[in-house]
């Protein structure tokens, strides 16, 4: 699950690890009543304005702008808000922008000179350790920075039977070339990230940059973060963070089923059952010549309701050209999902989708037989081989 910036570093802040000052605002009035709060309790008298999507490069969009007046402040946020905000990992679709933060300024004068460092953790799956990426290279792509200057990306894996230890911190902040108050201000906060990491059941927190203030403050000065899906029954609170705004409508309701289901860009629809199997038939799609418009496990329980509205869920896209069904039945019964079938195409009235279906396991034949006297016009296949050479022509025709 996705979170907006404000709130991953609501968590940060929680665990002790700073951050600007900030306050949410989803009108330009609220926005200039913010900017006035954080001057009096910060002294503040430049601010940000950033627009509060799920996706990173907001700046290069125009999402992020720096207001040097109250004025500014109204007018930058009345831009912002109701824009739809197009970056690098929107698409070219981009996304509507609900709300914006507006943050005190954290690039004052003082005794040095401030600077911006990168600053990841996620686990790495070859080790079963998680693994803090850095570098000194604070504020850019950090792809860029590894192709180009892979020199300056460090990574420090922490066993989780020990945690991170003291040397741990010390190295990062060594490598990140800092002395003195900043040293042991890096050291706390890499500490206090990885508290907030382990903490959250994060699978993954960014931030770009970890920013040194000019009086040697170390500052989450943006975050990204992903938590776990499979440990939110442990999180009630952070569950209630989710913005469903924020995601693809499909799949909102296709999690409202109990269905697995992912929005791609291609061209033939799955319904499946069982997420191997789900990757299999992507697969021989792929080599038959199509392009997957989706993955979607119907799962092990899947019944007649269930698979109808899977059918619901995919004939909403319109690049479907055809819908490849393909069960294996060995928990799922194959003539539950015959029936759905059979239901969806009564209940939902005329499809001039080709529909292919591939039914093999427990009451298979029964599944056979639900389809041939329900008079659908549908491709019968029993080998995924024949399934992918059935998608190749009707592709075709």
Not at 217 to 229: E, F, V
């Amino acid at each position: 699950m996705n979170l907006h910036e404000f709130q991953a570093k609501k968590i940060l802040s929680s665990y002790g690890v700073p951050v600007p000052f900030g306050i949410v605002a989803d009108t330009p009035d609220f926005a200039v009543e913010a900017a006035e709060a954080i001057q009096e309790k910060t002294g503040s008298d430049r601010w940000a304005v950033k627009a509060q999507i799920h996706a990173g490069g907001r700046g290069k969009g125009g999402g992020v702008k720096i207001a040097k007046s109250l004025q500014e402040v109204r007018e930058n946020s009345s831009q912002i808000i109701g824009m739809n905000l197009v970056t690098p990992q929107t698409g070219p679709g981009g996304k509507l922008v609900g709300k914006v933060l507006i943050e005190q300024n954290i690039f004052y004068p003082g005794e040095s000179e401030p600077l911006e460092f990168y600053m990841s953790m996620l686990l790495n799956r070859a080790t079963g350790r998680v693994m803090v990426m850095y570098s000194t290279e604070g504020g850019m792509d950090i792809e860029e920075v590894a192709a180009s200057t892979p020199h300056l990306i460090f990574t420090e894996e922490v066993d989780p039977r020990v945690g991170l230890q003291d040397f741990q911190c010390r190295k990062i902040a060594y490598n990140l070339k800092l002395d003195g108050v900043a040293h042991k201000n890096m050291q706390k906060f890499v500490k206090g990230l990885y508290k907030a990491y382990m903490g959250s059941d994060a699978a993954l927190l960014e931030i770009n940059p970890v920013f040194k203030t000019s009086d040697n403050l170390i500052m989450a000065a943006d975050c990204k973060m992903r938590l776990d899906q499979n440990a939110l029954f442990r999180h009630p609170d952070l569950l209630e963070m989710r913005d469903l705004a924020e995601e693809d409508p499909a799949e909102v309701e296709a999690g409202a089923h109990h269905l697995n289901y992912v929005k791609l860009s291609g061209n033939v629809g799955c319904m499946v059952n069982g997420a191997g199997l789900a990757m299999a038939t992507m697969d021989i799609i792929k080599l038959s010549g199509g392009e997957p418009a989706n993955f979607l496990d119907v799962g092990g329980t899947a019944n007649a309701e269930r698979v109808e509205q899977a059918f619901r869920i995919i004939m909403k896209d319109p690049n479907v050209k055809v819908i490849l069904v393909n069960i294996f039945g060995g928990i799922v019964r194959c003539d539950r999902v015959a029936q759905g079938i059979v239901d969806a195409y009564r209940n939902i009235g005329s499809i001039n989708i080709p529909i292919i279906v591939r039914l093999q396991g427990t009451n298979a034949e029964e599944a056979k037989v639900l389809i041939e006297e329900s008079g659908l016009e549908v491709y019968s296949a029993v080998l995924l081989q024949e399934a992918a050479e059935l998608v190749t022509k009707v592709l075709q025709d």
